[in-house]
């Protein structure tokens, strides 16, 4: 399985490079890296719950049948990459697969 590189954050929009420290995640089946990037600095937390907050009120303005839409495209595009995101869980998780795929269903 291919190891995730992520080294910056999607704050209002945009792609900024993480300032906060590096971390990993391993496998707690066999040890192998799964994922490793770099955490956010308390700065970047506040613009980002700033953005979050900002964007909110366009959402809630959105009509509800536009925001039904966009949930229920977003969930056939979860669903639609089920397997993959189940392997994903499973390894970095440790669950066995039937597991993971309950949980991505």
């Keep these: ?16 490079p993480a300032a906060g420290s590096e971390f990993q995640s391993t496998s707690p089946a066999d040890g192998s890296l799964v994922w490793s990037g770099g955490a956010a600095n308390e700065v970047q937390v ?3 719950t700033t953005a979050a907050r ?42 066995p697969l039937w597991e993971s795929k309950t949980e991505v269903a």
């Design 54 to 95: 900002g964007a909110a009120g366009p959402w809630w303005d959105r009509p509800l049948e536009d925001r039904i839409d966009l949930v229920t495209r977003f969930a056939e595009a979860v669903k639609g990459r089920g397997d993959e995101l189940a392997q994903l869980i499973s390894h970095e998780m440790g669950k």
């Design 1 to 16: 399985m291919e190891t995730t590189v992520c080294h910056g954050h999607l704050i209002g929009n945009q792609w900024v």
């Design 46 to 48: 506040r613009a980002a």
